[in-house]
């Protein structure tokens, strides 16, 4: 399975990131090949037209959609901003379209509050069915995220490593059953003509 971590900020002194290359090594212990793709270093300009209908497509976003070809399933990852996800997020996932069907999504909040990003993962979640994907119902919400590493990067929030263990669990269940069946029609539809031919 080809995750593709999707982290949508880019603030100075940003924490977010931290969390991102957490999970993706954490999905790599169970045997999934994870990647991020961290919205600070892609420089993607605002967004004016959207992948495959941009003649003069910038470099920087044709190269995210590859990117994002190539993953069976994604997750969104995104501090909470005046009670919803970043936009530097929204700006990147308005170029792409095919890109994002019919793929399971999990959603990852994130905030230096108590609440964890609750109303910005509900939105993620609404944001994912809008692209025509499948949201995981279990989130990763992470409150206080300036406790959860040391200085030295180590995480020592015992229930956060809980939590990211059963959100990674939950999803490679969903991310399997939502892939396994997408393979399965794409054999019968293969069969098929091959029994037409």
Not at 17 to 25: F, G, K, T
Not at 122 to 149: C, I, R
């Amino acid at each position: 399975m080809n995750v593709t971590l999707l982290l949508g900020s880019i603030r100075n002194g940003r924490k977010s990131d931290r969390i991102a290359y957490y999970l993706e090594e954490k999905l790599k212990h169970h045997g999934v090949n994870a990647e991020v793709i961290d919205l600070m270093g892609t420089s993607l300009p605002l967004m004016q037209e959207r992948v495959g209908y941009d003649p003069q497509l910038p470099q920087e976003v044709q190269a995210v959609s590859e990117r994002l070809h190539q993953a069976d399933a994604l997750i969104f990852i995104s501090p909470e901003y005046h009670g919803s996800f970043s936009g530097v997020l929204k700006n990147a996932v308005d170029y792409f379209w095919n890109e994002f069907s019919k793929k399971p999504i999990g959603v990852v909040a994130i905030s230096a509050g108590k609440f964890g990003g609750i109303n910005a993962s509900s939105q993620l979640q609404h944001l994912v069915l809008s692209l025509g994907a499948f949201p995981m119902p279990t989130k990763l919400l992470v409150p206080e995220v300036g406790n959860v590493f040391d200085q030295k990067g180590q995480c020592y929030r015992e229930t956060f490593v809980r939590d990211t263990e059963r959100f990674i669990n939950e999803y490679k269940w969903f991310a399997d059953a939502i892939i396994g069946k997408k393979r399965e029609d794409s054999n019968k539809s293969f069969a098929s003509l091959n029994t037409a031919i």
